[in-house]
Structure formats: structure tokens, C-alpha cells
């Protein structure tokens, strides 16, 4: 087995670990709400998205894939530009994850893709039609999935008013139940799909099997690549991002079932719209914000500071990994002797963080304990939209 076949085996194993955390890493996108409202236990919801998230591998094709598998030109795509660009993204993800901030695991590996392609091959090496798709989304998803939110709130607020059903009344619950499964199935078709795009983009600049190019010039893989890649996604939803989970259930605003349910339609328009379309979009981005729409539209408020803090993570994230995915592949161009030494000693520091950060982390019995009962969300004031502090529900 020579050195290369070696080294793309390790790069495939990277790349379902980068799939994995971004599982965890947004698993809040699909089961903040539900959990926030206690349709689901805490305990319970992750393995409810999980399964959703691995059937979308048989609902979805793989328009996502095509547009990140050519991010970066495949004679650039080599196995120092695929380490780099997936060491950034995690790298970036883990920092987020563990200060329990919602950024974008999309525009991480997307950022990834940028800085070690421009590394390698500077501006030839970017295939600039594909990053333009992402440049729209990030400024489209949101407004999309915070305007269909709000309106969405205001639509269900007026249905109460003909029908004076409260605010968690089971056909809330049960409809949030239902868009919360559809919010699982869109995260897992457009995140797992970026990272059956990397795995064939690697294959393709490596001159491996199991992707190829059609006619068209669309990608099309192996049965194993998806079916690795789906499954990757959904055991890191199975194990909880509960940091995360935290902040865009509890920290944004207070959700009730109705609103709940609301962020959902809001969020599912968005991930379905634009995987349809082929648009690598952030999940997260999309979900936050149609949990902020429709926390606004019901008179719930705003934890501005809290999302003000999510604003600046998505801002920051792009250029973050642009850099260090850059610097990373620099690092892989030192002298061989050089570059084993500090390539290795990062992996060392890296997995020594993941180690911690990962067994020293909150579970789902602390993010339950913080939900508040029924009695207390009766009783809570709504927020002023300038409040600033922790959150809405302390």
C-alpha cells in the first residue's frame, strides 16, 4: 500500500470526522425548538433529527455535492489542499462549538476550500461560480428563513384568534413535531452532501475511483461516499451539540409551541429551497434566524447581545478559515522534515483540545434543567428587543 493510497484513506476518515462534528455542531438547527418547548425530552430529541438527518440520503440527490466538489479546480485538489481545508473547518468548528456559539460548518468548509485552493493555486484554482452561490446564500438564507418565520408567526396568531386555542395547545406541538423532522431531513441533505462533495473532489484530484466526472461535467460517486457521509452527519447528531443546543433554543429568545413551530416552517423553506437548487447554504444560519423571526413577529423580543455575538461568528467565519486553511497548506510546503514536525505537532494540540473540549462539555440533563416549565413561560414578561443579558428566560 503506497504513501498515497495511505493518505487519501486518512483524508476520506477526516472528512467523515469534519462530518461529525458538523452533526453536533448544528444539531441544534433541527432540535432546538422542540426541545425549548418540551414536545421532545432532551434525551430523546437528538436521535429523533439523527434519523431524519440519514433519511434524506434517499430523498435528496446531489446537486450540493457538484457545487462544492468544484470549489477548487480538481488539478489544485491534491491531498495537502483537502488536509488543509478540512483541518481549518474543524478547527473553526470546535472553537464555535465550545463557546456554544451557532456558526456556519457550511462557510467553515467552504472558507477551507478558498484558503487552501488559493494556497496551492491562487486565483486559477477557485472555481469563483461555485463561491458565488455561497456569497448569495449567506445573505439570502437568513432574510429568506427570518421573513417566511414572521410571517409565519403572524399566519398562526391569527388562526388562534378564530379559534382560541393557546399558545401550546397539541396542534402546535404536533405540527412542530412534524417541521422538526423536516428541518432534520434538509439539514442532513444539504450538510452531508459538502462533505460527499470534498471526498470527491479528493478522489478526483487524486486520481482514485469512486468519482467521476459525467459530459456535463457533473460529479457522480460511489454508493459508499453518501452512505458514509450520511451516516457520519447523523451519529454526530445522535451525540448532541447540547452547548449550541442551548443557545439557539434558550438564549435567543422564548419559544412557545406556536412560535416554535414558526421557526421551523421558516427554517425548512429555506434548507429545501436551496438544496433543491443545488445552494450550499449554512443550516445554522438559516435556523437562527427564523428562530429570531419568529420571536419578533411574537412579541417574544430579541436577546440582542446574544444575537449580535452569532452575527459576528458568521461575519468572522469565512475569513477565519480562508486564513488558517491557507496557512495550514503553507505548513504542508515546508521542508519534509519541517513539515512532519509541524504538521504533527497541530494534530497533537488540535486532538489534545478535541479530547477535552469533547469530555468536558454540558449533556442533555443540564440543558433541561434550564427549560422552563409551563407555569414560568405564563408568567414571563416579554422581553423588551434591546434586553441584554444571558437570556431571555432567566
Same mark, same amino acid.
Given at each position: 500500500?503506497?504513501?498515497?493510497?495511505?493518505?487519501? $484513506?486518512?483524508?476520506?476518515?477526516?472528512?467523515?470526522?469534519?462530518?461529525?462534528?458538523?452533526?453536533?455542531?448544528?444539531?441544534?438547527?433541527?432540535?432546538?425548538?422542540?426541545?425549548?418547548?418540551?414536545?421532545?425530552?432532551?434525551?430523546?430529541?437528538?436521535?429523533?433529527?439523527?434519523?431524519?438527518?440519514?433519511?434524506?440520503?434517499?430523498?435528496?440527490?446531489?446537486?450540493?455535492?457538484? *457545487? %462544492?466538489?468544484?470549489?477548487?479546480?480538481?488539478?489544485?485538489? &491534491?491531498?495537502?489542499? $483537502?488536509?488543509?481545508?478540512?483541518? &481549518?473547518?474543524?478547527?473553526?468548528?470546535?472553537?464555535?462549538?465550545?463557546?456554544?456559539?451557532?456558526?456556519?460548518?457550511?462557510?467553515?468548509? %467552504? =472558507? &477551507?476550500?478558498? =484558503?487552501?485552493?488559493?494556497?496551492?493555486?491562487?486565483?486559477?484554482?477557485?472555481?469563483?461560480?461555485?463561491?458565488?452561490?455561497?456569497?448569495?446564500?449567506?445573505?439570502?438564507? !437568513?432574510?429568506?428563513?427570518? +421573513?417566511?418565520?414572521?410571517?409565519?408567526?403572524?399566519?398562526?396568531? &391569527?388562526?388562534?384568534?378564530?379559534?382560541? $386555542?393557546?399558545?401550546?395547545?397539541?396542534?402546535?406541538? =404536533?405540527?412542530?413535531?412534524?417541521?422538526?423532522?423536516?428541518?432534520?431531513?434538509?439539514?442532513?441533505?444539504?450538510?452531508?452532501?459538502?462533505?460527499?462533495?470534498?471526498?470527491?473532489?479528493?478522489?478526483?484530484? +487524486?486520481?482514485?475511483?469512486?468519482?467521476?466526472?459525467?459530459?456535463?461535467?457533473?460529479? +457522480?460517486?460511489?454508493?459508499?461516499?453518501?452512505?458514509?457521509?450520511?451516516?457520519?452527519?447523523?451519529?454526530?447528531?445522535?451525540?448532541? #451539540?447540547?452547548?449550541?443546543?442551548?443557545?439557539?433554543?434558550?438564549?435567543?429568545?422564548?419559544?412557545?409551541?406556536?412560535? #416554535?413551530?414558526?421557526?421551523?416552517?421558516?427554517?425548512?423553506?429555506?434548507?429545501?429551497?436551496?438544496?433543491?437548487?443545488?445552494?450550499?447554504?449554512? *443550516?445554522?444560519?438559516?435556523?437562527?434566524?427564523?428562530?429570531?423571526?419568529?420571536?419578533?413577529?411574537? =412579541?417574544?423580543?430579541?436577546?440582542?447581545? %446574544?444575537?449580535?455575538?452569532?452575527?459576528?461568528?458568521?461575519?468572522?467565519?469565512?475569513?477565519?478559515?480562508?486564513?488558517?486553511?491557507?496557512?495550514?497548506?503553507?505548513?504542508?510546503?515546508? !521542508? *519534509?522534515?519541517?513539515?512532519?514536525?509541524?504538521?504533527?505537532?497541530?494534530?497533537?494540540?488540535?486532538?489534545?483540545?478535541?479530547?477535552?473540549?469533547?469530555?468536558? +462539555?454540558?449533556?442533555?440533563?443540564?440543558?433541561?434543567?434550564?427549560?422552563?416549565?409551563?407555569?414560568?413561560?405564563?408568567?414571563?414578561?416579554?422581553?423588551? !428587543?434591546? $434586553?441584554?443579558?444571558?437570556?431571555?428566560?432567566?
Amino acid at each position: 500500500m503506497d504513501l498515497l493510497l495511505l493518505s487519501v $484513506i486518512a483524508l476520506v476518515a477526516l472528512a467523515l470526522l469534519f462530518d461529525f462534528t458538523n452533526g453536533f455542531h448544528d444539531a441544534a438547527n433541527s432540535v432546538a425548538t422542540v426541545v425549548a418547548t418540551r414536545v421532545l425530552p432532551a434525551k430523546w430529541a437528538p436521535a429523533f433529527s439523527a434519523f431524519f438527518n440519514f433519511v434524506a440520503f434517499f430523498v435528496f440527490g446531489l446537486a450540493i455535492a457538484n *457545487t %462544492v466538489g468544484k470549489v477548487v479546480d480538481s488539478a489544485y485538489s &491534491g491531498v495537502a489542499v $483537502i488536509f488543509a481545508a478540512l483541518m &481549518g473547518a474543524i478547527i473553526w468548528n470546535y472553537i464555535t462549538w465550545w463557546v456554544g456559539m451557532p456558526s456556519s460548518s457550511s462557510h467553515a468548509l %467552504v =472558507g &477551507g476550500l478558498v =484558503g487552501a485552493g488559493l494556497a496551492a493555486g491562487w486565483v486559477d484554482a477557485i472555481d469563483w461560480s461555485a463561491v458565488e452561490k455561497v456569497v448569495v446564500a449567506i445573505i439570502a438564507s !437568513p432574510v429568506v428563513a427570518f +421573513t417566511v418565520a414572521f410571517l409565519s408567526m403572524f399566519v398562526i396568531g &391569527g388562526l388562534q384568534r378564530l379559534t382560541k $386555542i393557546h399558545d401550546d395547545h397539541w396542534v402546535f406541538k =404536533g405540527g412542530q413535531l412534524i417541521s422538526a423532522a423536516a428541518v432534520s431531513l434538509g439539514h442532513g441533505a444539504n450538510d452531508a452532501q459538502k462533505t460527499v462533495g470534498v471526498i470527491a473532489a479528493l478522489l478526483l484530484g +487524486t486520481g482514485f475511483s469512486g468519482a467521476s466526472t459525467n459530459a456535463e461535467g457533473d460529479i +457522480t460517486v460511489a454508493t459508499w461516499i453518501p452512505i458514509a457521509a450520511y451516516s457520519a452527519i447523523a451519529v454526530g447528531t445522535l451525540w448532541g #451539540g447540547w452547548k449550541i443546543i442551548e443557545t439557539m433554543g434558550l438564549r435567543i429568545t422564548t419559544l412557545h409551541a406556536n412560535s #416554535g413551530l414558526a421557526a421551523n416552517i421558516g427554517a425548512v423553506t429555506a434548507m429545501f429551497g436551496a438544496t433543491h437548487y443545488g445552494i450550499p447554504i449554512s *443550516t445554522t444560519h438559516a435556523a437562527a434566524n427564523s428562530v429570531a423571526g419568529a420571536g419578533v413577529a411574537s =412579541g417574544r423580543g430579541l436577546n440582542l447581545r %446574544v444575537f449580535g455575538e452569532m452575527v459576528l461568528a458568521w461575519v468572522a467565519t469565512i475569513p477565519a478559515t480562508v486564513t488558517v486553511s491557507f496557512l495550514l497548506y503553507k505548513m504542508t510546503q515546508l !521542508p *519534509t522534515a519541517l513539515a512532519w514536525v509541524s504538521v504533527g505537532s497541530l494534530l497533537f494540540v488540535v486532538g489534545g483540545f478535541i479530547a477535552y473540549a469533547m469530555s468536558h +462539555t454540558i449533556g442533555a440533563d443540564e440543558v433541561a434543567a434550564e427549560i422552563p416549565t409551563t407555569d414560568e413561560l405564563e408568567e414571563h414578561v416579554p422581553l423588551h !428587543p434591546t $434586553i441584554e443579558g444571558r437570556g431571555p428566560v432567566e
